[in-house]
T-cell receptor, first 114, second 111 residues
Framework: EAAVTQSPRSKVAVTGGKVTLSCHQTNNHDYMYWYRQDTGHGLRLIHYSYVADSTEKGDIPDGYKASRPSQENFSLILELASLSQTAVYFC?????????????FGPGTRLTVL | QQKVQQSPESLIVPEGGMASLNCTSSDRNVDYFWWYRQHSGKSPKMLMSIFSNGEKEEGRFTVHLNKASLHTSLHIRDSQPSDSALYLCAAPANSGTYQRFGTGTKLQVVP
């Protein structure tokens, strides 16, 4: 089965600090995504990437940056963490086959900003 | 911006009963959907996808799609306590580049 791992699994950060969340996939997938999940908001897309060294904005990119240094790795960066960024963050990958287009999610990172 | 709306927000059904969940898209160009299931504390996993009008059945799960009304529904028959989870509907967004999710329906199956 497709494998997506995330680190750290949980993190406590201070307001104004820098946070980096990492994601690694061994699926050989081209597409990778970062979502946040808050109660009552389902999953909201922050950034995505379909090729190494390139990232695209999703629906809620403000306050976040992304980096895709290789096909396997995708990072989410909070340069100045804020209280409103407390959430669970999921990374996902999918292949290019539009007919399949299943996303495989990592286990999530619980971020608490104090 | 396209909205994906799910109803009801929460649902309680007795064990062995039928659960029916609904999802619509505000984008008239949308003509296929995905359904994901997320157990508490876990990550979402795709349950079913539907790309053509009509019905698709996999075991106890049936998905309907009505492209004219941009509406999909998920029906779970003979519901089990293990079906208790958050069910998320997704529709294609940004010309199909990614999926946009609804806020989910929280299903609780009680013995």
């Amino acid at each position: 089965e497709a494998a997506v791992t995330q680190s750290p699994r949980s993190k406590v950060a201070v307001t104004g600090g820098k946070v980096t969340l990492s994601c690694h996939q061994t699926n050989n997938h081209d597409y990778m995504y970062w979502y946040r999940q808050d109660t009552g908001h389902g999953l909201r897309l922050i950034h995505y990437s379909y090729v190494a060294d390139s990232t695209e904005k999703g629906d809620i990119p403000d306050g976040y940056k992304a980096s895709r240094p290789s096909q396997e790795n995708f990072s989410l960066i909070l340069e100045l963490a804020s209280l409103s960024q407390t959430a669970v963050y999921f990374c996902a990958s999918s292949d290019r086959d539009w007919g399949v287009y299943e996303q495989y999610f990592g286990p999530g990172t619980r971020l608490t900003v104090l | 911006q396209q909205k994906v709306q799910q109803s009801p927000e929460s649902l309680i059904v007795p064990e062995g009963g039928m659960a029916s969940l609904n999802c619509t898209s505000s984008d008239r160009n949308v003509d296929y959907f995905w359904w994901y299931r997320q157990h508490s504390g876990k990550s979402p996993k795709m349950l079913m996808s539907i790309f053509s009008n009509g019905e698709k059945e996999e075991g106890r799960f049936t998905v309907h799609l009505n492209k004219a009304s941009l509406h999909t529904s998920l029906h779970i028959r003979d519901s089990q306590p293990s079906d208790s989870a958050l069910y998320l509907c997704a529709a294609p967004a940004n010309s199909g580049t990614y999926q946009r999710f609804g806020t989910g329906t929280k299903l609780q199956v009680v013995p």
